[in-house]
């Protein structure tokens, strides 16, 4: 079983750039497909993206699509979500998810409910 830390969130403008991290550990990382949620003030947790178990396949909400960019390092157990040309609607608490999975698209990327949570970590973009 996987256990996952958040780690990157903060404040930034809008236009800027900001890195999440996500440390896994307890399981086999590369057997996990990885990915972000996240919640908005007042609203339901949405899908943001995911990776493959690989690396090898990407996909994102349309919201963030051409704006943010997942990769993994299966070596370090760590997953990164670098989001570029922030949105104050992109402000909300952002989720490290993870699914055991070897196929891809993995299910979280289809409309599943993640199985693994991180603990959550805030992005603020100001106007």
């Known amino acids: 079983q996987v256990h996952l830390v958040d780690s990157g969130g903060g404040l930034v403008q809008a236009g800027g750039s900001l890195r999440l991290a996500c440390a896994a550990s307890?399981?086999?990382?590369?057997?996990?497909?990885v990915g972000w949620f996240r919640q908005a003030p007042g609203k339901e947790r949405e899908f943001v993206g995911a990776?493959?178990?690989?690396?090898?396949?990407?996909y994102f909400a349309h919201s963030v699509q051409g704006r943010y960019i997942i990769f993994r390092d299966n070596t370090k157990n760590m997953a990164y979500l670098q989001m570029n040309s922030l949105k104050p609607e992109d402000t909300a608490t952002y989720y490290c998810?993870?699914?055991?999975?070897?196929?891809?698209?993995?299910?979280?990327?289809?409309?599943?409910?993640?199985?693994?949570w991180g603990q959550g970590t805030q992005v603020t973009v100001s106007s």
């Open positions: 307890g399981g086999t990382f590369s057997r996990y497909a």
């Open positions: 990776v493959s178990w690989s690396g090898g396949s990407s």
């Open positions: 998810v993870a699914e055991e999975t070897l196929a891809d698209p993995p299910f979280i990327a289809q409309g599943g409910w993640p199985a693994y």
